[in-house]
């Protein structure tokens, strides 16, 4: 079974230019998160959706973070614009329901 | 206050030997916890979910106390391939997993 799948895996960017982010789940999984990974830490979560819902997104700084689902399939995460602190690990994870959450690789952002 | 804390360690344990984590939480209106495992620049896997009555997978143990609100992992006969980082996990009633800052494990040959 394929994983979850997440591209690009690095980006490199400079602040103030946008830079978006996809992700593809795990076939089935109506649920799909968005976290922010910093070093150091653990995940935090930005984003829940169910299906095409954005259920939970009261973490996500909604000035310059966006995210849509539109098919409640695959995702899509945007900065715009990018800051310097926004560099991290942007990791997107699914799951059936509110069950075992499986991650993806990551997409490591660098804003210089 | 935090809530999920781990000792974010490093633990230097050498190969063979036992080592066990905690990790507390402040919220009691807990529903479920998880286990977590880390490698260096990848992305955290699931190791175990945490049952109230325990649970063993192999080498690995987990345990839930929900009076002295912390969970624990155990691992025996530890591996030079079980340096890791390992992340708890818990679910508040608010359907989504909050995480703690995990546990930096190096196992020394």
């Known amino acids: 079974e394929a994983g979850v799948v997440q591209s690009p895996r690095y980006k490199i960017i400079e602040k103030k230019q946008p830079v978006a982010f996809w992700c593809n789940p795990i076939?089935?999984?109506?649920?799909l998160y968005w976290y922010l990974q910093n070093l150091g830490q653990g995940p935090e979560l930005l984003i829940r959706?169910?299906?095409?819902?954005?259920?939970?997104d009261s973490q996500l700084p909604k000035d310059r973070f966006s995210a849509e689902r539109l098919k409640g399939v695959d995702s899509t995460l945007k900065i715009q614009p990018a800051e310097l602190g926004d560099s991290a690990v942007y990791l997107c994870?699914?799951?059936?329901?509110?069950?075992?959450?499986?991650f993806g690789p990551g997409t490591r952002l660098t804003v210089l | 206050r935090k809530e999920v804390e781990q000792d974010p360690g490093p633990f230097n344990v050498p190969e063979g030997a036992t080592v066990a984590f905690n990790c507390t939480y402040s919220?009691?209106?807990?529903?479920?916890f998880f286990w977590y495992r880390q490698d260096c620049r990848k992305e955290p896997k699931l190791l175990m979910s945490?049952?109230?009555s325990g649970n063993e997978d192999g080498r690995f143990t987990a345990q839930l106390n929900r009076a002295s609100q912390y969970i624990s992992l155990l691992i025996r006969d530890s591996k030079l391939s079980d340096s890791a980082t390992y992340l708890c996990?818990?679910?508040?009633?608010?359907?989504?997993?909050?995480f703690g800052t995990g546990t930096r494990l190096t196992i020394i040959p």
């Open positions: 994870a699914s799951s059936v329901g509110y069950n075992e959450q499986f």
């Open positions: 076939s089935g999984h109506n649920t």
């Open positions: 959706y169910e299906n095409e819902e954005a259920v939970d």
């Open positions: 919220n009691s209106a807990s529903q479920s």
């Open positions: 945490v049952y109230s």
């Open positions: 996990a818990g679910n508040f009633g608010n359907e989504k997993l909050t």
